[in-house]
């Protein structure tokens, strides 16, 4: 069965090429060019992945995923821009609930590689300290049997840090490893990222994520506690 996407994009040629792109690639593609359209589509179909403009006519794609998001928290939506990639922006859109901010001009591959692999997930991680038990299903946390729903980059961040746990990962390695970019101005998505992941983990205190002035972070894990 093929996957279905929700593609909401006013700028016809890149709408076309991407639609094709992704329809010759086996996924089911609904084109949307306007915000009230978008969220009708949405309604109508039920995609399993949303690739969202964030400037469109009628509502712009921030009041649309925060119109799904009062219904849906969990179909993963994508953001693409050509102007507002500023981190003001950026966060905004990760409080809203998208899984990744994309920078136009877009690169038709590589956004089928991410969709790809948010709608084939991988085998879940499992991770054992003594009387911890972790399973990690991509946006799917399982701590000690309690689940947890996260973002995408949260889960990603998770995982890293206890692949590395008690080391400090440095800011530039955890950008290069989770949004395969180091720009400055992401170093405050990162901080937002870090923030929703410990407030997600208050739970469970033999988890920290402890700042390390001027290095990094590090995840500590005592299971004394």
Do not use: C
Not at 155 to 181: E, T
């Amino acid at each position: 069965m093929k996957h279905k996407i929700l593609l909401v994009e006013d700028d016809f040629i890149l709408g076309e090429t991407l639609k094709d792109f992704f329809e010759s690639n086996g996924l089911s593609v609904a084109w949307a060019q306007d915000g009230n359209m978008a969220i009708k589509y949405f309604n109508n179909i039920k995609p399993e992945l949303i690739l969202l403009d964030v400037i469109l006519p009628e509502k712009d794609g921030f009041e649309v995923i925060a119109e799904i998001r009062k219904s849906n928290t969990i179909v993963p939506i994508i953001f693409m821009t050509g102007t507002q990639f500023e981190a003001p922006y950026q966060i905004k859109g990760y409080k809203l609930g998208a899984v990744n901010y994309l920078r136009k001009p877009i690169v038709p591959q590589v956004v089928l590689a991410q969709i790809n692999s948010i709608l084939s997930p991988i085998t879940a991680r499992r991770y054992k300290f003594e009387n911890l038990h972790i399973i990690i299903d991509n946006q799917l946390l399982v701590i000690n049997n309690t689940e947890i729903i996260v973002r995408e980059k949260e889960s990603k961040l998770f995982v890293l840090l206890l692949n590395n746990q008690h080391k400090v990962l440095s800011r530039n390695d955890i950008l290069l490893a989770i949004w395969g970019d180091n720009s400055y101005n992401l170093n405050n998505v990162l901080d937002s990222t870090i923030s929703h992941l410990k407030k997600s983990l208050t739970a469970f205190p033999a988890l920290q994520i402890v700042s390390v002035y001027g290095n990094g972070y590090k995840l500590t894990i005592n299971t004394n506690i």
